[in-house]
């Protein structure tokens, strides 16, 4: 069983509008990941995840795939994990 690891992230570029928190909370609990995803004021989105890190690897490289997802950037800090955590959702 890989390390279970959370990570605060916050994603700069054309987030919003775009389907970003939708296909955020589709493929996260497509591949069994934990956490929260939600849109902020100045247009970024931020999000707290929570599982194997390649599975968080594979979300984010399939969140820049999308069609009309542009990321610029990303400011990213791992946390502690939430034990009693089960499931993804948009906040």
Do not use: C, P
């Not at 968080?56 to 990303?74: C, W």
């Amino acid at each position: 069983m890989a390390d279970i690891i959370r990570k605060h992230i916050i994603f700069h570029g054309s987030v919003q509008g775009v389907g970003f928190r939708y296909y955020s909370e589709h493929k996260a609990n497509q591949l069994r990941l934990t956490g929260w995803v939600k849109n902020l004021y100045n247009g970024d989105v931020e999000m707290e995840v929570q599982g194997a890190e390649s599975a968080i690897d594979e979300l984010i490289a399939f969140l820049a795939g999308r069609r009309f997802v542009q990321i610029t950037g990303m400011d990213v800090k791992k946390l502690d994990v939430v034990e009693e955590e089960r499931s993804f959702g948009i906040d």
